[in-house]
């Protein structure tokens, strides 16, 4: 009775309960029990919406690699085919019967040519095509057999036309939608297209706002006006149309070009590239990528281009999680390429900044050894190697600028020992290399500057003469050839450059 009484006890919690010994039993299993500790598993990684994954590198050449062959060359001829049946459509209505030969004579009519003037027996690349009356297959084959076909190229031309504008502005699907016939406009430094955009403007009406147009972004939108005229009604302006009807009619707005786009790509049998649904706000995520990777100062280009804030940049710069090795490796590749070329330039005798002097003797010491007069593409890479090995390295300030100086050296930047501050990099730096292609861009510097110093010299204005001044002798420091020309050309950098002396 007394030890049920302790066990009831126990069990209520108001006892610990009793230790019992532990036995090994041979083979036995022991079941997990909730007390026991469990082995921790790890987090799954964290999805990615889909709509913001950017497209991969081999889909956007191919399929941009297409939309260029099939503007250049198949658009033209298609528009004038279907501009053609409108002329016998404006007769009056007629039935299936009538319609086939007058489509049959369409098509052997049209001069299928390409933009060179040869006859086009083929396409370069498969695109789904009509069989017959029940089968589609992907083919290579031109002229079409069926207006079928034809009405699927309109079709693709269309989204094609519409990726191209889409990978050149990194626009918003809404923003594209919203584009309009004669939205082109050719001001002095480019051509823009204007829009409206309702994303963080807290109008109802949005606001207007243009992107800088490529040109082949504005061939695209040229085409589309002319395919948009085929089936849009009388009096409406709208760029993007409907051309297969579902619930809206052929000629209405395109209200899904999501989907469009994602059977375009099933047509041009890209699917597998594409990695996943063609979402066409991809295109937005795929600019940003390749800007993040190639553009100088991308964060502050995006935020011109896309309208966002830099919250909102860094979003699309991160919504690729291997952007960070790809920066990092194209980076590393870069810096290797500029140390190949500096070295050829510290050879040739056309390196500057106070750099150059070590690292030629560098460079001559390889000759010495090799017997060579001058490096070769072997040579260079060697060089490359052995001074990295000897403690140089390659680290790029900003374009043609290298610093050569090692964490464990002493540098003006840092005031002392550590990593370089790229940000207060100094033309009298010992650790300063510079490439020979930026001695003309030194040169114009420099007298954009001079002009600068006497315009406001005669305007009074004393502390922007002090700021220009501090401009000219930071580039006049760089190159002593450009310096010498300057003094020949202009006696008002002589005077600065003796006053600075004093």
């Not at 001559?364 to 070769?376: A, F, N, P, V």
């Not at 009298?428 to 001695?439: G, P």
Request: aromatic share 6%.
């Amino acid at each position: 009775m007394a030890v049920n009484l302790l066990v009831e006890a126990a069990s209520s919690g108001l006892l610990p309960p009793p230790a019992f010994p532990l036995t090994s039993v041979p083979n036995a299993k022991v079941e997990e029990g909730y007390d026991q500790e469990r082995t921790a598993r790890k987090p799954p990684p964290p999805r990615i919406d889909a709509k913001k994954k950017p497209f991969p590198d081999k889909f956007v050449t191919e399929l941009l690699s297409r939309a260029f062959w099939i503007q250049d060359n198949l658009a033209p001829s298609v528009i004038q085919y279907f501009d053609a049946l409108n002329a016998f459509e404006a007769e009056g209505a007629l039935n299936s019967d009538q319609w086939k030969p007058i489509r049959r004579q369409a098509i052997d009519s049209i001069d299928w040519r390409d933009a060179k003037g040869d006859l086009i027996a083929e396409l370069p690349f498969p695109i789904r095509q009509r069989r017959d009356q029940y089968k589609y297959e992907y083919s290579v084959r031109w002229p079409p057999q069926h207006h079928s076909t034809l009405r699927l190229v309109l079709r693709v031309i269309q989204i094609l036309n519409l990726c191209t504008v889409a990978f050149c502005t990194a626009a918003r699907r809404h923003e594209l939608q919203g584009m309009v016939h004669q939205a082109i406009v050719h001001e002095e430094d480019g051509t823009v297209v204007e829009g409206v955009t309702f994303k963080n403007t807290g109008r109802a009406r949005g606001r207007k706002r243009d992107w800088p147009l490529h040109q082949r972004a504005a061939k695209a939108i040229a085409l589309q006006e002319q395919l948009a005229k085929l089936v849009r009604p009388e009096g409406k302006s709208h760029l993007w149309v409907t051309l297969k009807e579902h619930d809206d009619p052929v000629g209405s707005p395109l209200a899904d070009p999501t989907s469009a786009s994602v059977n375009v790509v099933d047509h041009l049998n890209l699917v597998e590239l594409a990695e996943g649904r063609a979402h066409l706000h991809r295109w937005r995520h795929t600019t940003a990528r390749m800007i993040g990777l190639a553009v100088e100062n991308a964060p502050e280009v995006l935020m011109d281009l896309l309208g966002n804030n830099l919250e909102g940049v860094l979003d699309y710069l991160l919504s690729d999680p291997d952007l960070a090795k790809e920066v990092i490796r194209i980076a590393e590749e870069y810096t290797y390429a500029l140390a190949e070329q500096a070295i050829k330039d510290v050879d040739e005798g056309a390196a500057g900044g106070p750099a150059a002097a070590s690292i030629k003797q560098g460079v001559e010491d390889l000759k010495m050894r090799r017997g060579i007069r001058r490096l070769g593409t072997d040579e260079t890479a060697e060089a490359v190697q052995q001074l990295i090995a000897s403690g140089t390295a390659f680290q790029v300030v900003r374009r043609g600028v290298i610093c050569t100086k090692q964490p464990g050296e002493f540098g003006p930047c840092t005031k002392t020992l550590g990593r370089a501050d790229k940000g207060s990099c100094r033309s009298t730096c010992t650790h300063r290399l510079e490439l020979a292609a930026e001695k003309h861009q030194c040169e114009r510097q420099i007298e954009a500057v001079l002009e600068l110093i006497t315009n406001a010299t005669s305007a009074g204005q004393t502390m922007v003469v002090e700021h220009l001044k501090g401009q000219f002798i930071y580039e006049m420091e760089r190159w002593s050839d450009v310096r010498s020309r300057i003094f020949g050309r202009h006696r008002l950098a002589l005077e600065l450059w003796d006053e600075s002396s004093v």
